[in-house]
């Protein structure tokens, strides 16, 4: 089966950094996507990596490493508006979306 | 860039009602369209994915019947709730993915939440 998995929750405090891991098992690959998503509001777009490597956004980048089924989500300079949960999704060989659970990230002052 | 508008973004009626919801994707073509539930705290599940000009796939376990979806264009889905009850209640969320974009990110509407009583 398809399985996408990243931690439940996470605490970290505001001005540190902080990494969210996703680990992936699917029916092929075709890139990962890395969402935002604020209590009670739709997902947003945060990132996309499909070759092995690390891409820089401002405060945020993501990694990739397909032989290892694995991404990260790293977070610096945290803000209180940082807190939200966080969704991993990979894009399967059938160009579906597999959506993680989710982890939702505290940020403590 | 890309926008996906979503309406009502809440609803709140009584038991027995049916309930439509439009998703439309305002500057750009969405040959696909993909309807989500999520509970609180809960991650999004996929109801059914909205084919353009065709039947709607659906997940499993989600009822055709209950959940009716129209694509009757290539920027515009509907989802009726048909004769919604209170365990309907939840957030209703669509997202388009631009035609012939397969590896894009999909947008998301602002979600529609429905709360039966």
């Known amino acids: 089966g398809q399985n996408i998995d990243q931690p439940t929750e996470m605490t970290a405090t505001e001005g540190a950094i902080v990494q969210i891991n996703c680990t992936y098992q699917t029916s092929g690959f075709n890139g990962l996507f890395w969402y935002q998503q604020h209590a009670g509001e739709a997902p947003t777009f945060l990132s996309y990596?499909?070759l092995d490597g690390l891409e820089e956004k401002g405060r945020f980048s993501s990694f990739l490493s397909r032989s290892k089924g694995y991404s990260y989500l790293l977070l610096k300079e945290l803000q209180m508006k940082d807190s939200a949960s966080y969704l991993c999704?990979?894009?399967?060989?059938?160009?579906?979306?597999?959506w993680g659970a989710g982890t939702k990230l505290i940020i403590k002052p | 860039g890309a926008v996906v508008s979503q309406h009502p973004s809440r609803v709140i009626c009584k038991s027995g009602t049916s309930v439509k919801i439009e998703c439309r994707s305002l500057d750009f073509q969405a040959t696909t369209m993909f309807w989500y539930r999520q509970f609180p705290k809960k991650s999004l599940m996929l109801m059914a994915t909205s084919n353009e000009g065709s039947k709607a796939t659906y997940e499993q376990g989600v009822e055709k019947d209950k959940f009716l979806i129209n694509h009757a264009s290539l920027t515009l889905s509907t989802l009726t709730v048909t004769s919604a009850h209170p365990e309907d209640s939840s957030f209703y969320i669509c997202?388009?993915?631009?035609?012939?974009?397969?590896?894009?990110?999909?947008?998301f509407g602002d979600g529609t939440r429905l709360s039966i009583l």
């Open positions: 997202s388009a993915r631009e035609s012939g974009k397969e590896n894009q990110p999909q947008h």
């Open positions: 990596n499909v």
């Open positions: 999704a990979v894009v399967d060989s059938n160009y579906q979306l597999i």
